[in-house]
């Protein structure tokens, strides 16, 4: 007589809506807001369609926390306290730096929100997108205000402040797109690259001339 299967361990409510999150999270980063189910996602979940909905009303609000989730984590708020510090101590360099390596460091630990993001776009699914730019334009303008106040004192060259923030996190993030999301192999750790993408940002590329001995 085989042994009796015992029944799997009931979670709490605040465990099974972070189970549901994270297996939202991942099934619409591989199938997109369209193609994913919330009958799929409670199968995935090993849980009844009812207890998705006991948590989440709809399929979009499931989606809406899944987003809300990641700009809620622990890593967020802990760059987010590192990015004030270098801003509260006008460290440009090291906010810079901070602005890329967590782009990196993000992509390499699990790219499953860019993926559902990409997502997003080519599925034209408008209301998702507007809501992780309704969470995510307060930052920008915070580092927007920051750029500003360094301009203002002379200390970074009067470029517009959004292009400034788009070219530092637009290196990282191509950086990052394709080697984790194409393949494309790269040995350099990502402080070494973060490193690098600051010193292109506050030094540029040409070389220094070499001074003329009289």
């Not at 980063?29 to 799929?40: L, N, P, V, Y």
């Not at 306290?81 to 630990?109: E, H, P, T, V």
């Not at 301009?151 to 797109?177: C, N, P, Q, R, W």
Request: charged share 25%; with cysteine.
């Amino acid at each position: 007589m085989s042994p009796r299967k015992s029944a799997p361990a009931r979670l709490h409510a605040g465990e099974r809506r972070e189970q549901l999150l994270e297996t939202a999270l991942d099934l619409f980063s591989r199938k997109g807001f369209k193609g994913t189910t919330t009958k799929e996602i409670a199968a995935a979940a090993g849980v009844t369609e009812a207890i998705v909905f006991r948590h989440f009303p709809s399929k979009q609000a499931l989606y809406q926390a899944v987003l809300d989730n990641s700009h809620e984590s622990a890593e967020m708020q802990e760059w987010l306290a590192k990015s004030r510090a270098c801003m509260d101590n006008n460290d440009d360099a090291g906010l810079l730096r901070a602005i890329a390596l967590k782009i990196l460091q993000d992509y390499r630990r699990d790219a499953r929100l860019q993926r559902l993001l990409l997502f997003a776009a080519l599925e034209g699914h408008e209301h998702g997108l507007a809501h992780h730019r309704q969470i995510s334009i307060p930052l920008y303008e915070l580092l927007c205000q920051y750029v500003e106040r360094r301009k203002s004192e002379g200390k970074l060259v009067d470029y517009d402040s959004g292009m400034i923030l788009v070219a530092i996190a637009g290196m990282a993030t191509h950086f990052a797109t394709m080697t984790q999301m194409f393949g494309f192999a790269c040995n350099v750790p990502d402080e070494q690259v973060a490193d690098i993408f600051t010193s292109i940002m506050m030094n540029g590329i040409h070389a220094k001339k070499e001074r003329v001995r009289k």
